[in-house]
């Protein structure tokens, strides 16, 4: 069988042997783009669910924090702006002044945004009004953080941003989910914290991308609610679904809770489980890997990252769905105990997947047949149908 492979910002076409299985990753449904973005904005703000709308949270004269999803979402459109300017006519109808607001970019431990990025992510008209009032989240800067303590179930400690603790209300701006793996409360408590909370989590055995028993959500929530029992008050939160980069599909406003819960509630019904992806499991699994990263946004790709976060991150979360053990291996994933062996087809610089300690073959053919002599008579094999990557037509430009 022929099958077009997505391979650095093209694709290539391999034939794998006959009765491959084809496994796909994609969504069940699609969603559409939403036909008025700002309205939908605003009605998911005038039904907030779990909580008041914002003008009856704040009264004349209190301080406001507004966080937003940095660059590494994946999402393009404006829902920043849009969404950020609706949350300012809130805050005007309940009588807090625009001058009582902050902006934050909630870059956890990615690189903070240069100024014509934050443009980019906002647009130049807020860049401008908010000046100094527009900042990035440092996550190395003590004197920007607040200590809440540790979680009374598991100790996990919670560290966050001052500009939370000390505004009296603090809204932030989802602007993707991917799977399960973002939203909630990933949003403020990696976000907008440090190294020594985010740790907790962003380890091998600690992600996940799973929308039922998330292990890495259940941590999640924990820290989230120490840190609003801390602050005496909740977060307001703003969740999106996307039709695609660029536009959005459904938005969700209320509690950080509800809003993940009612996002999951789509996303279940458009991603079956990624184990039901293979009736049995296979001994050889064949996907590409694109030439793209969410932390290579308006950047140079990083190879070694890319190999690494993408192919055996979010892309190889299917080896563990999909796989028997000892299809594949390699060691800054402990996670992904089914590997037994990885080999790269096709590298341009074969020196990158050697550096990691991984086979290079000349082609998918001579990586797939090498694999099947590993196996022996009657190995199986699957191949990942992906969504296309979207291409950043700016990237490397700024």
Same mark, same amino acid.
């Given at each position: 069988?022929?099958?077009?492979?997505?391979?650095?910002?093209?694709?290539?076409?391999?034939?794998?042997?006959?009765?491959?299985r084809?496994l796909s990753?994609?969504? #069940? +449904? #699609?969603?559409?783009?939403?036909?008025?973005?700002d309205?939908?904005?605003?009605?998911?703000?005038?039904a907030?669910?779990g %909580?008041?709308?914002?003008?009856?949270?704040v009264?004349?004269?209190?301080?406001?924090t507004?966080?937003?999803?940095?660059?590494?979402?994946?999402?393009?459109?404006?829902?920043?702006?849009?969404?950020i300017?609706?949350?300012?006519?809130?805050?005007?109808?309940?009588? =807090?002044?625009? #001058?009582?607001?902050? @902006?934050?970019? #909630?870059?956890?431990?990615?690189?903070?945004?240069?100024?014509?990025?934050?443009?980019?992510?906002?647009?130049?008209?807020?860049?401008? &009004?908010?000046?100094?009032?527009?900042?990035?989240?440092?996550?190395?800067d003590?004197?920007?953080?607040?200590? %809440?303590?540790?979680?009374?179930? *598991?100790?996990?400690?919670?560290?966050?941003?001052?500009?939370?603790?000390?505004?009296?209300?603090?809204?932030?701006?989802?602007?993707?989910?991917?799977?399960?793996?973002?939203?909630?409360?990933?949003?403020?408590?990696?976000? %907008?914290?440090?190294?020594?909370?985010?740790?907790v989590?962003?380890?091998?055995?600690?992600?996940?991308m799973?929308?039922?028993?998330?292990?890495? *959500?259940?941590?999640?929530?924990?820290?989230?609610? *120490?840190?609003?029992?801390?602050?005496g008050?909740?977060?307001?939160?703003?969740?999106?679904?996307?039709?695609?980069?660029?536009?959005?599909?459904?938005?969700?406003?209320?509690?950080?809770?509800?809003?993940?819960?009612?996002?999951?509630? =789509?996303?279940?019904?458009?991603?079956?489980?990624?184990?039901?992806?293979?009736?049995?499991? =296979?001994?050889?699994?064949?996907?590409?890997?694109?030439?793209?990263s969410?932390?290579?946004?308006?950047a140079?790709?990083?190879?070694? @990252?890319?190999?690494?976060?993408?192919?055996?991150?979010? %892309?190889? +979360?299917?080896?563990?769905?999909?796989?028997?053990?000892?299809?594949?291996?390699?060691?800054?994933?402990?996670?992904?105990?089914?590997?037994?062996?990885?080999?790269?087809?096709?590298?341009?610089?074969?020196h990158?997947?050697?550096?990691?300690?991984?086979?290079?073959?000349?082609?998918? &053919? &001579?990586?797939?047949?090498?694999?099947?002599?590993? *196996?022996?008579? +009657?190995?199986t094999?699957?191949?990942?149908?992906?969504p296309?990557?979207?291409?950043?037509?700016?990237? +490397?430009r700024?």
């Amino acid at each position: 069988m022929n099958i077009d492979l997505p391979y650095a910002d093209s694709t290539i076409t391999a034939t794998l042997p006959p009765g491959t299985r084809r496994l796909s990753s994609e969504p #069940a +449904g #699609a969603l559409p783009p939403l036909a008025d973005l700002d309205g939908a904005v605003r009605q998911a703000l005038a039904a907030p669910l779990g %909580l008041p709308r914002i003008r009856d949270l704040v009264k004349p004269g209190v301080r406001v924090t507004i966080a937003f999803d940095d660059h590494t979402t994946g999402s393009f459109g404006p829902i920043r702006p849009v969404a950020i300017r609706a949350v300012l006519d809130e805050l005007a109808a309940g009588g =807090v002044s625009r #001058a009582q607001v902050r @902006l934050v970019c #909630a870059n956890a431990l990615h690189r903070m945004c240069r100024p014509a990025e934050l443009a980019r992510l906002l647009d130049q008209e807020l860049v401008r &009004e908010f000046g100094p009032r527009l900042t990035c989240h440092d996550a190395e800067d003590p004197e920007q953080i607040a200590d %809440l303590g540790s979680t009374a179930e *598991h100790g996990y400690p919670v560290d966050v941003s001052r500009l939370v603790t000390d505004s009296d209300l603090t809204v932030y701006v989802n602007t993707n989910y991917i799977r399960g793996f973002t939203g909630g409360w990933k949003s403020v408590c990696i976000g %907008l914290s440090t190294w020594r909370s985010i740790r907790v989590t962003h380890d091998p055995d600690g992600m996940s991308m799973s929308l039922n028993r998330n292990r890495m *959500h259940a941590v999640l929530d924990e820290m989230g609610h *120490h840190l609003e029992r801390r602050l005496g008050r909740r977060i307001f939160k703003i969740d999106t679904l996307l039709a695609d980069p660029f536009h959005a599909a459904q938005v969700f406003a209320g509690g950080v809770d509800e809003t993940r819960h009612a996002a999951l509630e =789509v996303q279940t019904r458009r991603f079956p489980p990624r184990r039901e992806a293979a009736l049995e499991p =296979v001994d050889i699994l064949v996907y590409g890997v694109p030439d793209s990263s969410p932390y290579a946004i308006w950047a140079q790709v990083n190879p070694i @990252l890319t190999l690494i976060s993408m192919g055996l991150g979010y %892309l190889g +979360g299917m080896i563990e769905a999909a796989g028997k053990p000892g299809i594949l291996a390699t060691h800054p994933l402990k996670r992904l105990r089914h590997v037994g062996r990885v080999i790269v087809a096709g590298p341009r610089d074969a020196h990158v997947p050697r550096h990691l300690g991984w086979e290079v073959a000349a082609s998918v &053919e &001579e990586a797939v047949a090498r694999a099947q002599a590993i *196996h022996g008579p +009657g190995a199986t094999s699957g191949v990942v149908e992906q969504p296309p990557m979207p291409a950043d037509p700016d990237r +490397g430009r700024h």
